[in-house]
């Protein structure tokens, strides 16, 4: 293998707009067989908005202010479209916490209130009860994530919010497959958003509902099985798994967490470049040989 081939390459990555960690990473693209994406934030904007709010033993104002108040500390893509779903004043919090990959509670009007995924909701004492059991499942399958929001016991309404596809994801799913490569969509957010989104964009193999600490269990999984996995992600979430994989991919417009995690940054955050990396690792340890 000449150093000098390797240097090239990883020099045309850099005009292709993919930042090559190093000239041994080329290898490393060259041999990879499937490609896990993450979803939200990945193969989709992650700029959600809130398209729906169902009020149950409440008022609805309250329901979208309190869940706005707490929203308004976190940084997640759902956080931003529940605070900017109310455009009033919002009340302070006392305590805020946020529980990763599940959703946030705090002190809002001398009520905690706890708004996120069920599973949390029923890990701090606030009961699901049928109404809203129900607005949640007609949520998801319009293939929007429910986000719940609950105080004094109970859970008393559903925003929705739903995200869009990248315009170029579609295409990049039907080039990697091109390549050889399986795509695998992963997620923390249910099975039927991620259902949509993979039928959307061409991707048969999904895993969803997955917390954060299990995306790295993912990528093992793949790997035992005897796979070269590439894990493409944006988030502080992906960060273990983008470390883990044979090949961590982050997007330009992700954090700095899952740049720094990662072998290869796709500047623009345009999936489509992932595929022009395998493609240039290939032609590049071609000509070595
Ligand atoms: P992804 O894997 O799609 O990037 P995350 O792991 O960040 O998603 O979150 C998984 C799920 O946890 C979300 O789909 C949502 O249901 C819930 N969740 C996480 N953070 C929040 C939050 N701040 N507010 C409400 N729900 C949240
Ligand atoms: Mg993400």
Redesign the pocket.
């Known amino acids: 293998a000449t150093p000098t081939a390797l240097m090239v390459g990883t020099g045309r990555g850099a005009q292709l707009g993919v930042l090559i960690r190093g000239p041994e990473v080329l290898e490393q693209t060259r041999r990879v067989d499937t490609v896990v994406l993450?979803?939200?934030?990945?193969v989709t904007t992650?700029r959600m908005s809130l398209v729906d709010v169902v009020a149950i033993d409440a008022d609805e104002q309250d329901v979208r202010r309190r869940a706005a108040a707490?929203?308004s500390a976190?940084e997640?893509?759902?956080?931003r479209a529940?605070a900017e779903g109310w455009p009033g004043e919002r009340p302070e919090v006392v305590g805020f916490a946020?529980?990763?990959?599940?959703?946030?509670t705090g002190e809002v009007e001398g009520t905690r209130v706890v708004?996120?995924?069920a599973a949390?909701l029923e890990r701090e004492g606030v009961n699901v009860g049928d109404e809203v059991a129900a607005a949640l499942a007609a949520a998801r399958g319009t293939g929007g994530?429910?986000?719940l929001v609950g105080w004094d016991g109970h859970a008393r309404g559903v925003l929705v919010v739903a995200d869009t596809v990248k315009e170029t994801s579609g295409e990049a799913v039907a080039l990697l497959r091109g390549l050889g490569l399986e795509p695998v969509l992963?997620?923390?957010?249910?099975e039927q958003?991620a259902r949509t989104v993979a039928a959307e964009v061409g991707i048969d193999r999904v895993v969803a509902?997955?917390?954060?600490a299990d995306?790295l269990a993912e990528v093992r999984r793949l790997q035992a099985e005897g796979r070269v996995v590439a894990m493409v992600?944006?988030?502080v979430?992906?960060a273990a798994a983008l470390a883990a994989a044979d090949l961590g991919i982050a997007l330009g417009t992700g954090t700095d967490v899952a740049m720094e995690a990662s072998d290869l940054t796709l500047v623009s955050g345009d999936l489509r470049v992932a595929a022009t990396a395998v493609r240039l690792s290939r032609r590049t340890l071609a000509t070595i040989r």
Request: aromatic share 0%; hydrophobic share 30%.
């Open positions: 993450d979803k939200t934030g990945t992650g707490l929203e976190s997640h893509p759902i956080a529940v946020n529980h990763e990959g599940l959703g946030v708004v996120g995924k949390l994530t429910p986000v992963l997620t923390g957010d249910h958003a509902d997955v917390l954060p995306k992600g944006d988030g979430n992906d």
